[in-house]
Every structure is written in C-alpha cells, then in structure tokens.
C-alpha cells in the first residue's frame, strides 16, 4: 500500500474508534461525531442521531464525513444527508484495512 493511502486508512480507522466510544459514552439518541475523512487535521463534528450511526457502521467499509471530505479515488459516496455523506472504500488495500481495524470485529 502506498504511503498515502495507508494515513489516510489509519486516519479514518482512528476516527472511527474514536466515535465508537463517544457512541458508547454518551448513549444519547443525537450526538456530535467527529469527521471519519483521512485528513489528519480534521477535527470537525457531524451532528447525527445514533440510528444513522449504527446504519453507516452496518458495514465496516463505510465512514462518515462532511461534504468535500471525500477522497474519490479511495472511496465512493454512497449515501448523502444535508449534514453529512457515507463513503465506502474502494475494493483492495483500504478495504481490508478499513475491515481489520473495525473496532467491532
């Protein structure tokens, strides 16, 4: 895998984790997540509510991030709000690790 795709999976796979515990912490219904986008100094929060959460983590290739924090050629948008989009990782290198560091697996 090359450098950059590599940051950019553990960046968004950290992310996740992170959001897993504020999912697990706060056990409210809406809740502030942060960006799952691999920019490294994303620090940005998207309001969702706990349902859309468990929705978008049904599948481990799949991170949430604000519009314009997609990164087209390692994943694809495949659900959009007026607050947030759900990307999924391309097949290859990214999905397999997005899938190893599922914090649910």
Known sequence: MDPRTERVAKNEALFREVNERIKDVTGYE??????????????????????????LRS?????????????????????????????RKKPGEPTALAEERDPRN
């Open 30 to 55: 809406n809740a502030e997540y942060l960006c799952e986008c691999g920019k490294a100094t994303c620090t940005e929060t998207i309001p969702m509510t706990m349902s859309d959460y468990e929705i």
């Open 59 to 87: 599948d481990a290739r799949q991170f949430v991030v604000l519009p314009g924090h997609e990164i087209p050629d390692l994943e694809d948008v495949v659900a959009r709000s007026d607050k947030f989009l759900v990307v």
